[in-house]
Nanobody, 127 residues
C-alpha cells in the first residue's frame, strides 16, 4: 500500500520561501517518478513540478520556473519542493503524486498520469 504524506505548508508573506516535503512508503521509492501538483479554490488541480527516479531530469510548470525547485532524497524516501519568491497566486493545497509503474516517465503533465496521491498540505501567501 503506497502512502504519500506531505508536510511543510503554512502561512507566509509574499516574497518568502517555503519547502514542502513528501514522505513515500509502501514501495521502492527510487524506482518511481514523483510529481507535485496544486489546487486553488475553484480551480483545477495543476501540475507544478516533476522529477524522475534519479532526480536528474526535472520538469516545471511555466508559472513556477526559476522560483521552485523539486528534488528527492532516495535514501530518505522523500521528495521536496523548494518554493522561493512566493506570491498570492501560489496559494493552494499542494499534493505530491506518483505513477504506479516503475520507471514510468509521464508523457503529459495531466493528473491522469498519476495513481497515488497524498492528502495535501495548505500553502497560504499573504500580500
Amino acid at each position: 500500500q503506497v502512502q504519500l504524506v506531505e508536510s511543510g505548508g503554512g502561512l507566509v508573506q509574499a516574497g518568502d520561501a517555503l519547502t514542502l516535503s513528501c514522505a513515500y512508503s509502501g514501495r521502492t521509492f527510487s524506482l518511481y517518478y514523483m510529481g507535485w501538483f496544486r489546487q486553488a479554490p475553484g480551480k483545477e488541480r495543476e501540475f507544478v513540478a516533476g522529477t524522475d527516479w534519479t532526480g536528474s531530469s526535472t520538469n516545471y510548470a511555466e508559472s513556477v520556473k526559476g522560483r521552485f525547485t523539486i528534488s528527492r532524497d532516495n535514501a530518505r524516501n522523500t521528495v521536496y519542493l523548494q518554493m522561493n519568491s512566493l506570491t498570492p497566486e501560489d496559494a493552494a493545497v499542494y499534493y505530491c503524486a506518483s505513477p504506479a509503474t516503475v520507471y514510468y516517465f509521464p508523457r503529459t503533465t495531466t493528473r491522469g498520469e498519476y495513481d497515488y496521491w497524498g492528502q495535501g498540505t495548505q500553502v497560504t501567501v499573504s500580500s
